[in-house]
């Protein structure tokens, strides 16, 4: 029901943009997250984002250089990536949250969606 596309191979100072869409159901009441998972690593946080949009929050690696954003017409989840950075190579996911969304989610537990990931590497 989530399907994330837009990664690929960059070379570090560059952008991408991801994008998650979401089929078979509305996503308008729930939060959404961005998370990642590295080779050899555990999946972490990177981006979430309420019903609404008022309320984002970000992991510290990559505040500042990322954004994340949300169309309820599209039913679309983006994250635009700025200034990327080798250690930001990683399979990025969307995931919807099991609550309604009033609230920004940064635990993995808080999510019962998941897509399923897009490659994004970047070279030094």
């Known amino acids: 029901q989530l399907a994330e596309s837009g990664g690929g191979l960059v070379q570090a100072g560059n952008s991408l943009k991801l994008s998650c869409v979401a089929s078979?159901?509305?996503?308008?009441?729930?939060?959404m997250s961005w998370f990642r998972q590295a080779p050899g690593k555990e999946r972490e946080f990177v981006a979430c984002?309420?019903?609404?949009?008022?309320?984002?929050s970000y992991a510290d690696s990559v505040k500042g250089r990322f954004t994340i954003s949300r169309d309820h017409a599209k039913n679309t989840l983006y994250l635009e990536m700025n200034s990327l950075k080798p250690e930001d190579t990683a399979v990025y996911y969307c995931a919807k949250s099991r609550q309604y969304g009033t609230m920004c989610y940064e635990a993995i537990g808080d999510y019962d969606g998941w897509g399923q990931g897009t490659q994004v590497t970047v070279s030094s």
């Open positions: 078979g159901r509305t996503l308008h009441v729930h939060s």
């Open positions: 984002i309420n019903w609404n949009a008022a309320i984002t």
